[in-house]
């Protein structure tokens, strides 16, 4: 099982960026791929998560402006990050569960990381 993260970058306030996780060794069908960020000396936060058979959340601070989708033809997540603030800079980290639904916001919940993607909103 492996998720590779990518398509970080510097952006100014108001801006947008989009991430993709590529994922292997699975399929999106049976795991809920989520999206967490963790800003320097804080604790790593949840983002977004998607699921073909519960949904998709968000997190209250990205509601409106971010947007989760999958690929299944090319086994990836997106992220789609629009009218970017600077308290999104963080590095951003795809992982995979399969807990239930109710418990996908919990990053102890989640059983493969993959190796995480700097954004950096800043003018």
């Known amino acids: 099982v492996q998720l590779q993260a990518s398509g970080g970058g510097k952006v100014q306030p108001g801006g947008s960026l989009r991430l993709s996780c590529a994922v292997s060794g699975f399929s999106l069908d049976d795991y809920a791929i989520g999206w967490f960020r963790q800003a320097p000396g804080k604790e790593r936060e949840f983002v977004a998560a998607i699921r073909r058979s519960a949904g998709i959340k968000y997190a209250d601070s990205v509601k409106g402006r971010f947007t989760i989708s999958t690929d299944n033809a090319k086994n990836t997540v997106s992220l789609q990050m629009n009218s970017l603030k600077p308290e999104d800079t963080a590095v951003y980290y795809c992982?995979?569960?399969?807990?239930?639904?109710?418990?996908?916001?919990?990053?102890?919940?989640?059983?493969?990381w993959g190796q995480g993607t700097l954004v950096t909103v800043s003018s």
């Open positions: 992982a995979s569960t399969r807990v239930v639904w109710s418990s996908v916001s919990d990053p102890s919940k989640y059983n493969y």
